[in-house]
């Protein structure tokens, strides 16, 4: 079974929109990564939360760990088609450093 | 600039030739790690590396092989490729293991085995 479930499993916005996409454990999270990746393309790091309720900001994107740090939240302000691709949820399996898994991701298209 | 360099970025074989996808990072990072990424089955990891000399697997180990003999270099070796290890191959790296600064992922090779 996927262990990092990520919804919508696609997602089709108007820019200009505000949208979540959010990814659930059913076990602990010791560190949950966010990636965006071009199809076809490399994936590019967008942030890492660590800590229950953590909450961190890059431009127009935000992102969330809940206190039970079991599900995180990913949140575009004003969305535009640059923010186009496919998101990602990682995390760290147990503590192993080094080990991790994905969510099968999140396509968004921006439609201008 | 920093990076991940993977080669090839396409490669078409038969089956049962041996290949070498090559992974070379700039960073002095110490973990490195190669991943596969199929439809419906999202990325994989297939090996990890800790450190020179220092391997282990992934979730995906079986019909590959890797090898850290220097920092920089983690290649993945395929001693007979199979059709169903055709896929979209990422190789990574990161200084810690778990940091603010995640992963740095390479731009991928494409691998169809024939």
């Known amino acids: 079974s996927q262990e990092l479930e990520q919804s919508p499993q696609s997602l089709i916005v108007q820019e200009g929109k505000n949208l979540t996409i959010n990814c659930t454990s059913s076990?602990?999270?010791?560190?949950l990564y966010w990636y965006k990746q071009k199809y076809g393309e490399g994936l590019i790091f967008l942030m890492m939360?660590?800590?229950?309720?953590e909450e961190k900001s890059h431009e127009k994107i935000t992102a969330k760990l809940d206190e039970k740090k079991q599900q995180s939240s990913l949140h575009i302000t004003a969305s535009q088609p640059s923010h186009a691709g496919i998101y990602l949820c990682?995390?760290?399996?147990?503590?192993?450093?080094?080990?991790?898994?994905f969510g099968r991701g999140t396509q968004l298209t921006v439609w201008p | 600039e920093a990076q991940v360099t993977q080669n090839p970025r396409y490669l078409i074989t038969v089956t049962g030739k041996k290949l070498t996808v090559t992974c070379s990072q700039n960073?002095?990072?110490?973990?490195m790690s190669w991943y596969r990424q199929d439809p419906g089955l999202g990325l994989r990891q297939i090996y990890y590396?800790?450190?020179?000399?220092?391997?282990d697997k992934g979730d995906v180990p079986e019909g590959y092989k890797v090898s850290r003999k220097e920092k920089r270099n983690f290649p993945l070796i395929l001693e007979s490729p199979s059709p169903n290890q055709t896929s979209l191959y990422f190789c990574?790296?990161?200084?810690?293991?778990?940091?603010?600064?995640?992963?740095?992922f390479g731009s991928g090779t494409r691998l169809t085995v024939v």
């Open positions: 939360l660590q800590k229950g309720g």
């Open positions: 990682g995390a760290d399996r147990g503590s192993t450093l080094g080990r991790l898994y």
């Open positions: 990574a790296s990161s200084l810690s293991g778990r940091g603010a600064g995640g992963y740095t």
């Open positions: 076990k602990t999270l010791y560190g």
């Open positions: 960073m002095n990072h110490e973990y």
């Open positions: 590396s800790m450190n020179v000399e220092v391997t």
